[in-house]
């Protein structure tokens, strides 16, 4: 019996200071499903984090449970037993000779090439034994005619070479919209994927109008995405959250997790959106 490959996506900010289009993915085997599905929930039930957790949610009051969360979270990540992705673009680098068509529907082709190239699906071989691939995307943010076309065009994937040739099927009938309140993996990916966008977007930074100092809210996010910075920095020493994660392309399938920047292949550089040189600049962190 063939196992199954369970993706779940989930999308944030569209645009952003810095960076925009920001996808995430979470990738767990059927033989690990029930253990990472449980333990999650027995860590966010002894938290007492109530129905869903969100990245919006955090409060100051709520960072060190979020905080331990995280902390299970990347526990499963290192163990291999949870993979996560996270891509996005920066308005540093715009796309040319986009048709009307492309700029329309480019929320749905960015998510596509997301789920077809952020996982290195193809480096899988069959050699591993055949896997059957089911999506879960939170609920699209379109009309029902948009999304259902998006999902058809995804479940065209399994008709393509690279995935025949990794043993991996997917049906049409195994991609679907759910609520994340039912899915405790595609809470935590939330909460990864909002603390990305928040850094890369300098929103750490932010000061309340009107204010000297940073708000309670910010400095409690600003804390949960410095551990799980430092979480991902026992995987990746050398982790940069602003560039692709380094590696060869078949680590795109084996790393427990990684980051894409996505770089359109016709490209303009904007120099207005460039980022201001500070006095003694670093990395990002």
Request: charged letters at 25%.
């Amino acid at each position: 019996m063939s196992r199954e490959l369970i993706l779940y996506c989930d999308e944030s900010d569209v645009s952003g200071k810095h960076f925009a289009n920001f996808y995430g993915g979470a990738l767990v085997e059927s033989v690990h499903l029930n253990e990472v599905t449980d333990t999650l929930l027995s860590t966010k039930d002894a938290l007492n984090l109530g129905a869903e957790v969100k990245w919006q949610k955090i409060s100051e009051a709520y960072a060190g449970k979020y905080v331990e969360l995280m902390t299970t979270t990347f526990g499963l990540v290192a163990a291999g037993k949870l993979k996560i992705r996270i891509m996005f673009t920066q308005n540093y680098y715009g796309a040319v000779q986009l048709s009307a068509t492309e700029r329309e529907n480019s929320f749905f082709l960015l998510y596509y090439q997301f789920v077809k190239h952020a996982f290195g699906l193809q480096y899988r071989t069959a050699k591993q034994e055949p896997a059957h691939l089911r999506i879960y995307f939170d609920q699209l943010p379109d009309t029902n005619e948009k999304c259902q076309a998006f999902r058809n065009y995804v479940s065209g994937l399994s008709r393509s070479r690279t995935f025949r040739q990794a043993g991996i099927t997917l049906k049409e009938d195994s991609i679907a919209e759910v609520d994340s309140k039912q899915h405790v993996i595609l809470q935590c990916l939330d909460v990864v994927l909002g603390s990305m966008q928040f850094r890369l977007n300098e929103k750490h930074r932010e000061i309340p109008k009107g204010a000297h100092v940073r708000g309670k809210r910010t400095l409690a996010k600003a804390r949960v995405y410095k551990h799980i910075n430092s979480s991902i920095r026992q995987i990746h020493p050398n982790f940069n959250i602003g560039i692709s994660t380094d590696g060869e392309p078949k680590t795109r399938w084996s790393h427990p997790y990684r980051h894409w920047l996505f770089k359109p292949a016709n490209l303009e550089i904007r120099p207005e959106y460039a980022k201001r040189k500070r006095k003694s600049p670093a990395p990002a962190t």
